[in-house]
């Protein structure tokens, strides 16, 4: 089983509608929990991290439910500019590594 | 911007031949990473450094080597290029909150 798991898609979705991914995660004892984006042929930036309370940023709300391991991210109002591959990434305590999903890629379609 | 430069940023060799990629940084980063990503792998780990000197193996470091002679410079070699090292070769650096990524570079072997 991979540490980390995203379902790939890729999502189609209307401008304007409101999108989810999960993340997976199979260590309980990981720590800190990213969601980066990834453009075509750029490198990963970091969107946003996932706090155990659940964050907001705009229209991008990230949660995290430990006892099901497992991250979410919703995009609220998508725009065509939301379309990039979205990495779920995760770190253990005292591990200065990350673990990387393989990603979810969407594509917001006017 | 994480003040992170790679180079080459394209590249295309000949199985066997040596092939070095360069990552360079501003901001006096202890940590830095080379990943490799490929289609339905996500990004791996390949070496990572913690100091000058000082450094580990990622997940897939078979086939590579790596150098840090200076804070700023970390060199990922490919010994003897194989047709399964074509990838795009991203670095990265660990700021406070989590790792941020240099533009990547693109590397076929033929």
């Known amino acids: 089983r991979k540490e980390v798991e995203q379902d790939p898609g890729p999502f189609n979705v209307p401008e304007g509608a409101t999108v989810a991914f999960n993340c997976t995660y199979s260590n309980s004892a990981s720590q800190s929990f990213f969601w980066y984006r990834q453009d075509c042929r750029k490198e990963p930036k970091l969107l946003m991290s996932?706090?155990?309370s659940g964050n907001e940023d705009g229209r991008f709300t990230a949660q995290l439910n430990r006892a099901s391991q497992y991250i979410s991210l919703l995009i609220r109002d998508s725009k065509l500019s939301d379309s990039a591959t979205y990495l779920c990434v995760v770190n253990n305590f005292g591990n200065e590594k990350l673990t990387f999903g393989t990603g979810t890629r969407l594509t917001i379609i006017p | 911007d994480a003040g992170i430069t790679q180079s080459p940023r394209h590249k295309v060799t000949e199985t066997g031949t040596p092939v070095t990629l360069r990552c360079h940084q501003t901001?006096?980063?202890?940590?830095m990473y080379w990943y490799r990503q490929d289609p339905g792998h996500g990004l791996r780990l390949i070496h990572y450094?913690?100091?000058?000197?000082?450094?580990d193996k990622g997940e897939v470091s078979d086939g590579y080597s790596v150098s840090r002679s200076k804070t700023e410079d970390f060199l990922l070699t490919l010994e003897s290029a194989t047709s399964s090292q074509t990838s795009v070769y991203f670095c990265a650096i660990k700021g406070e909150e989590t790792q941020y990524f240099g533009p990547g570079t693109r590397l076929l072997v033929l």
């Open positions: 901001e006096n980063h202890r940590y």
């Open positions: 450094s913690y100091g000058v000197k000082d450094t």
């Open positions: 996932v706090y155990s």
